[in-house]
């Protein structure tokens, strides 16, 4: 059950073009800032927006062509739908949730309530089947969400933040077994989220939008190690320059040069962790090929460590420890020189 | 900082004009409660003229009510998310008779439905029925005037419903009829059973349009309103009254049990 | 449709509120002492009239039946110059019943002699009542006919709309007393509690025939004949009230009324006088 989708929406001065080719079986991490388009790429893909312009063809069947005007409703679209909320009916019990679709389709009320039961039984929540949404937990209703969603073997699943409903505790048992649940599901699957390790735990593929573009896709390696633009660097934590190469040499801004350990040629970016990044109060001496001054902007616990934001003709991020931090005597406003191993720099073509 | 519950600080300029406001309320009801004819309240009670007027009541409202939910909901839905052109205007035209005075509503309706009447005199020639001075035309004269009533509480609670439920059960495969039916039909469901019960009170009281449109004849067309300006008319003032108590113990004892049970959660 | 106006509404009379309706919505008379008085004064302070002219000179209010509005009307604009009268029009049976829950008033005129005979019974008036018109019960029919009425035996016809009035009010009394002397059962559809409401049902169209005053037939009305011995004529009776504040000003309006003036108008409106 694979999925071809090109889309344009257009909404005021929102511009929404989007391409996106899923193979039967793969589950993909849409990941973006706020605004992006995610949101409204999900509602044209389930059948709740018009798009402007697109072809859309689900496994094999055209569902909308704004060309020749076809156009499948959401309700015949087979397209299952998980939201940050859930959503689950109020009034009904989470079986009668779960067997709604099916109910909705004409199956007997038997059959409905069976096959409901068996997906609530795979999900690990059959205990919960007579009780009502709002005596649900998080995990437990974003299970039978889930299991309501795919009742109907839908050929596409969208789900919109799945685990963002959920306390901190109990997303990584909830998104381990999300994992598996999409690994057993045979149809198509986009999961959007802007955590990103919930991007890389449940997606195969992962799609960066931003402002309403494409601007990466790639397996999970692929976008961590090589982020093409800045937001997708914060991502995964990383610093990214972009620079002009020649031999081992790169330029990334006036008077700021960057050591290669490879030579490379033309425009780069360049990517290294701050946990590769030094501080001192003077130019280093030592082997590190790297260094730059700047003066501390910014400073922010991060789990153990301390996250430095280094302005200057070279800005960096810097991960360093606490007690670095006190023997440095490091505050908004400190020079300092970062400096790090040509080594540990990832350098790609841009 | 935590707001500590019982100290509510009332401004001082309040408590006359609240005052006054409760006892415009509360007067009324107190002159009829001490004028009763205590003695005699089984009496008049249980006249043929009283049960009659009381039974063929209780019927006309619950008719009229069923009448403006059936009706009323589906206008409600077409004003809360339909998008036509001169749905603002239609809007105003349903609120209609809140505002106009009920006896100008009963003219209006003779003009359109009685006997010579722009639909009645058709009505006639069809059918040879007309509308005047049958029980018909009190049910009718009571939705006219009470259906804006449910068409507001429920067109207001659909606007207030969260449309992403029906989106998803869009997805679910569910046709319209069965969205409507089990997602938003109980999504709503406290709002219109506070609009029927304002309906239904409304239908009761009503008189002005009654008396107008129907008429006022024993058992036919004499609601406990109607029953109740005729014994003023009569001079028996005695039993005005009862009647006048009779009217408000019902409408209290519908709200209370009502405002309990449904309107809390509303 | 000229009756329209004042079959819908009984309402503001040039001089003075018609706090008729009220007193007839109220069951509790209209006075100026007691737990009313709060409600009625703020109604009657919107409608711009005093209470029911308690302790003012020049002043009078009247009570009247209801099929005296515009003869009363016109009487009291010609002969008032300076003073108030307060006119107050509603079914004689209710104005009574007014004056015996204390509302305050100068002049009390009356549809019918029993009405008035209740009043004196009651102890409600001073001096004499006089007779100072009369009006006869009608079989009114829409201009047309289109009932094809053409005696009060067609009352009794099924298929016929009739309105007629309650029977404790006086146009209902006497319409009984007619039927009753002629013999006849008749299948009203409506009965209405007031003389003006049921000559409005004729007005509108929405009846076939009705047992009206003749003071209330219109020209989109006609006059069926009924046979002279059921033919009722009911006497207008007018009197002072007992404990009335402006005793001078309510003989002198009773002077205008059986005087010149007051002919005159009675006559215009179709009454008849003695």
Redesign the interface.
Known sequence: MSLLAKVAVRRGDFELDVTLDVSAGSVISLLGPNGAGKSTLLAVL???LRPDAALIELDGETVIDTVTGTYV?????????V?Q?F?L???LSALENSA??LR??GVPRGTSRSVAASWLARLGVAEVADRRPRELSGGQAQRVALA??LA?EPRLLLLDEPLAALDVGTRPAVRADLRRHLAEYDGCAIVVTHDPLEALVLGDRLVVLEHGRVVQEGTPEQVTRHPLTDYVARLVGLNLLRGSADGRVATVGPAAVVTLAHDAAGPVHIAFSPAAVTLSPHRPEGSARNAWAGTVADMERHGDLVRVTVDGPVPVLADITPLAVADLDLAPGVAVWASVKATEITVYPA | MTRHSAEARVPVLFVVPAALGLAILLLPLAGLLARAPWNRLGEILGSDGVLTALRLSLLTATLATAICVVCGIPLAWLLARGSFPGRSLLRGLVTVPLVLPPVIGGIALLVAFGRSGTVGSWLESATGTTLPFTTAAVVIAQSFVAMPFLVIAVEGALRGADRRYEDVAATLGASPWTIFRRVTLPAVAPGVLSGAVLCWARALGEFGATITFAGSFPGITRTLPLEAYSAIGAGDAETAIVLSLLMIAVAVAVLALLRDRWMVRG | MPRLAAFAMHTDRKRGVDVGVLQRLLPIGVHCKGVAALLAGAVAAFSGAACSGAGEPDRITVLAAASLTEPFTMLADEVSDDGDVALSFGASSALVEQLRAGARADVLATADTRTMALAVDAGLITGDPIVFARNSLVLAVPAGNPGGVSGLADLARDELRVALCEPQVPCGAAAERMLATAGIDARPDTLEADARDTAGKLALGEVDAALIYRTDVTSAMAIVDVPPEAEVVTEYLVAIVDGASNHRGAEEFIAAVTGATGRRLLAEAGFDTP
């Not at chain 1, 409703?73 to 739908?81: E, F, I, P, T, Y």
């Open positions: 389930a059948g709740l409703s959401a309700r015949h679209r087979r397209v299952g739908l939201l909320d959503l009916f109020p009034h709604f679709g909705s389709r309501r969603a109907v």
